[in-house]
T-cell receptor, first 117, second 115 residues
């Protein structure tokens, strides 16, 4: 069964350091999402890609966060510098996106748990 | 803007009892609605989805949900709780437009099963 791959699963860093998360979506999925989930809350969208283009990054803190999907396949989310409040689970998801077969379902990876000390 | 409200951040039921998790949505157009389940330190797994076919939707693990437009609700139920159902459950809404499957999630309901 096709899955969304994410790495690393767990990351501990000190504040002011740089961190990066990687996501490989399900093959053929044009749309890729990065969500942030703070402990005890629902996931919140950070950025949405359609192929290699950013569709929505209105909630991405652009002073410290960046995301790219250069070839329209895998994606990297970077935080520099990390702050204590960035401690959260970072979830990647993908969907068919823009296809007549799409029913709105997102497929999620297992997430990357970030702890900032 | 679309949103969902989940009533009750924590729900406890006895093993074998009915599970009822509540979700109300707000949308100017008929939306897609979803229930996802999340186990500790895991990603989200789709339980079921409503995309304008039957209003009673059956999902995995014996869960089902009914779309009620008059009540703007999409409550999740399971007739008999099992210990393995203990998890966090999220209701989510998505606009009914091709190429825009952006999900907006509720705050979640943690389900505890009492032996």
């Amino acid at each position: 069964e096709a899955e969304v791959a994410q790495s690393p699963r767990y990351k501990i860093t000190e504040k002011s350091q740089a961190v990066a998360f990687w996501c490989d979506p399900i093959s053929g999925h044009a749309t890729l999402y990065w969500y942030r989930q703070i402990l005890g809350q629902g996931p919140e969208l950070l950025v949405q890609f359609q192929d290699e283009s950013v569709v929505d990054d209105s909630q991405l803190p652009k002073d410290r966060f960046s995301a790219e999907r250069l070839k329209g396949v895998d994606s990297t989310l970077k935080i520099q510098p990390a702050e204590l409040g960035d401690s959260a689970m970072y979830l990647c998801a993908s969907s068919l996106g823009g296809s007549g077969m799409s029913t709105g379902e997102l497929f999620f990876g297992e997430g990357s748990r970030l702890t900032v000390l | 803007a679309q949103s969902v409200t989940q009533l009750g951040s924590h729900v406890s039921v006895s093993e074998g009892a009915l599970v009822l998790l509540r979700c109300n949505y707000s949308s100017s157009v008929p939306p897609y609605l979803f229930w996802y389940v999340q186990y500790p330190n895991q990603g989200l797994q789709l339980l079921l989805k409503y995309t304008s076919a039957a209003t009673l939707v059956k999902g995995i693990n014996g869960f089902e949900a009914e779309f009620k437009k008059s009540e703007t609700s999409f409550h999740l139920t399971k007739p008999s709780a099992h210990m393995s159902d203990a998890a966090e459950y999220f209701c989510a809404v998505s606009p009914r437009r091709w190429g825009n499957e952006k999900l907006t999630f509720g705050t979640g309901t943690r389900l505890t099963i009492i032996p």
